[in-house]
């Protein structure tokens, strides 16, 4: 297998601190000839570790991408506009972690699990899905392919790391300002994220639903290929620091029972069944925190309709969600020779 | 209107207290001759001001309800069990918050806002709502007589203060020890709560569903007299101390409007509508703590379907959805000379 030079641009933010993390635990993962870790100005010269070896993180430009085979991009849709086709150019293949491409048609959009040969088609940049979408789409590809899916309503938990580094200090000053009595800073959000919930991530449209919303609807329906599932989403920030959980409730096309749907799921890549509610065994997210797999529970028939079932699916939003999905993508371009 | 001997069972706990909170907040609310604190044998003896005087709370037992018009009982089921029927036999009228008497046929559940005329066929108990039941159907009630409702589909986020003081201490606590790198002790709830959230409320039944989340879907077909509405619901703790916030998504018999169901909802007693996302208005449960309204916000169509609606309704569980909801149901009693 080719050895690759590999990029991380964002290097310094909780996503690509993530994608090095996930190396350094697994060193066999990627076959790395060389790494180069990218960012903004103001993160330039800091320092990380690869394999114990200290790096300094350089200045993202253009020419920061000769000779580099594959580069997770995860600093954003400004830079991701602004430097993807740039690395193109350079024969650079792109695993881009904003949402700035998405839903552009000559783009793949990929989960490994669920649709890995879209990978080939690409022209440069594949895009990595919201984390709120990888992991429902995740735990629910087996359900669509046993008994299809006519409908999705989806109720998020998300933690704070989905913002970024700064919201998890946010959540712990402002915790810490609560117990102790103290007034309350808001810098990352617009309101105390501290002991509350906010149904807002990400801005508004028209209709009143957040972009974060129609990334769930319609990444969802571009990822399973099928534009005729009816979906609905409310996305809600909770004061968690790592792991987002969701409420999913669920119409399969054709009729199915809870015991086919384990039987599914226990034979799905990637998703892990913890569901034994007498034993208080459910999945949270301080527990998935870490875990590169998504976990689904309370597994449950929804008796008042034909065919609907209720799931609980959590999922580290940085590592399946983010950095560890991006890897899987870059692992399927080299074991298949497409770099 | 006569002056009644009023008794809280149960005056130490949570909402106990907010019921005298509530009374000393609003000294008309209810024209009280004398008021009985009532609590187990743990907490006698414990003192709590009413009207500025300091009163000593006394140990419940059968004697206690010589005199007492009205008791609102929120010790628990076993408490209520044990007394309410005790408490009737001396011909006090009983509303009783614990979750013993509801579904059962001869006892009205009340929600002053939806269903005042079943108070006058009560013999003896009138229960108090589940918190969540109270706070959904107060925003629906309105919708429903408006469009008629087939189907609800709830997520909720509920705050530890509907589990007690000391769930309250325990997520204090347990947030403190997080932020200061200690070892995390978990005493109310099995797994812990600060910065984390448990899609488990009360216990669970043979089908996987918790008794929390059947509360909502019974409670809600006896308050609006229509057992043909398909509900499912999950119900989830979240890290909040005041506060219950749903995600509640409906579809209506009839086509509606989101325009048409503001307009209903404006009108609606007990309703506020907070609901200017661009302004980033949305209900917040640390904004309705205090407030004996039901705030509902992010009202959207979801155009995916016929008849879809998602709903954001949040409510101070203390409050309407316990402490107020009693209260008011005292106050229909009185003024409607059924004492």
Not at 219 to 228: G, H, Q, V
Not at 279 to 289: E, G, M, N, S, T
């Given at each position: 297998?080719?050895?690759i030079?590999?990029?991380?641009?964002?290097a310094?933010?909780?996503?690509?601190?993530?994608?090095?993390?996930?190396?350094?635990?697994?060193?066999?993962f990627?076959?790395?000839?060389?790494?180069?870790l990218?960012?903004?100005?103001?993160?330039?010269?800091?320092?990380?570790?690869?394999?114990?070896?200290?790096?300094?993180?350089?200045?993202?430009?253009?020419?920061?991408?000769?000779?580099?085979?594959?580069?997770?991009?995860?600093?954003?849709?400004?830079?991701?506009?602004?430097?993807?086709?740039?690395?193109?150019?350079?024969?650079?293949?792109?695993?881009?972690?904003?949402?700035?491409?998405?839903?552009?048609?000559?783009?793949?959009?990929?989960?490994p699990?669920?649709?890995?040969?879209?990978?080939?088609?690409?022209?440069?940049?594949?895009?990595?899905?919201?984390?709120?979408?990888?992991?429902?789409?995740?735990?629910?590809?087996?359900?669509?392919?046993?008994?299809?899916?006519?409908?999705?309503?989806?109720?998020?938990?998300?933690?704070?790391?989905?913002?970024?580094?700064?919201?998890?200090?946010?959540?712990?000053?402002?915790?810490?300002?609560?117990?102790?009595?103290?007034?309350?800073?808001?810098?990352?959000?617009?309101?105390?994220?501290?002991?509350?919930?906010?149904?807002?991530?990400?801005?508004?449209?028209?209709?009143?639903?957040?972009?974060?919303?129609?990334?769930?609807?319609?990444?969802?329906?571009?990822?399973l290929?099928?534009?005729?599932?009816?979906?609905?989403?409310?996305?809600?920030?909770?004061?968690?620091?790592?792991?987002?959980?969701?409420s999913?409730?669920?119409?399969?096309?054709?009729?199915?029972?809870?015991?086919?749907?384990?039987?599914?799921?226990?034979?799905?890549p990637?998703?892990?069944?913890?569901?034994?509610?007498?034993?208080?065994?459910?999945p949270?997210?301080?527990?998935?925190?870490?875990?590169n797999?998504?976990?689904v529970?309370?597994i449950?028939?929804?008796?008042?309709?034909?065919?609907?079932?209720?799931?609980?699916?959590?999922?580290?939003?940085?590592?399946?969600?983010?950095?560890?999905?991006?890897?899987?993508?870059?692992?399927?371009?080299?074991?298949?020779?497409?770099?």
């Amino acid at each position: 297998m080719k050895k690759i030079n590999f990029a991380i641009v964002g290097a310094t933010g909780a996503v690509g601190r993530k994608v090095l993390e996930i190396l350094n635990e697994q060193k066999d993962f990627l076959p790395i000839e060389d790494i180069k870790l990218l960012a903004s100005d103001k993160s330039a010269g800091t320092k990380l570790y690869f394999n114990s070896k200290e790096l300094t993180v350089e200045r993202a430009d253009s020419e920061s991408f000769n000779d580099v085979d594959i580069a997770i991009f995860c600093a954003g849709s400004d830079v991701s506009i602004k430097l993807a086709p740039e690395a193109v150019k350079k024969g650079t293949i792109v695993i881009d972690n904003s949402s700035a491409f998405r839903m552009q048609k000559e783009v793949p959009l990929i989960i490994p699990e669920v649709n890995p040969d879209e990978i080939k088609k690409h022209k440069g940049i594949i895009a990595n899905p919201n984390c709120s979408t990888i992991q429902m789409v995740v735990a629910l590809k087996p359900i669509y392919d046993l008994a299809g899916i006519k409908r999705i309503i989806a109720s998020t938990f998300q933690s704070v790391s989905g913002t970024g580094i700064e919201a998890v200090e946010e959540l712990k000053n402002q915790s810490a300002q609560i117990i102790s009595g103290q007034e309350v800073e808001c810098k990352v959000y617009p309101y105390q994220i501290a002991f509350n919930v906010l149904p807002h991530i990400d801005e508004f449209d028209e209709m009143g639903n957040t972009k974060e919303e129609l990334k769930l609807i319609n990444e969802t329906k571009k990822i399973l290929n099928d534009w005729d599932i009816n979906i609905t989403a409310t996305a809600v920030r909770v004061p968690v620091i790592i792991g987002h959980s969701e409420s999913v409730y669920i119409e399969t096309v054709e009729k199915t029972t809870v015991a086919e749907v384990r039987e599914a799921l226990s034979k799905a890549p990637g998703v892990i069944i913890y569901d034994k509610p007498s034993q208080k065994q459910y999945p949270l997210p301080i527990d998935v925190a870490g875990k590169n797999e998504v976990f689904v529970g309370r597994i449950r028939e929804d008796i008042s309709v034909e065919n609907g079932l209720n799931l609980w699916i959590v999922a580290d939003n940085l590592r399946k969600g983010a950095a560890y999905n991006a890897l899987q993508i870059s692992k399927y371009i080299v074991e298949n020779n497409l770099v």
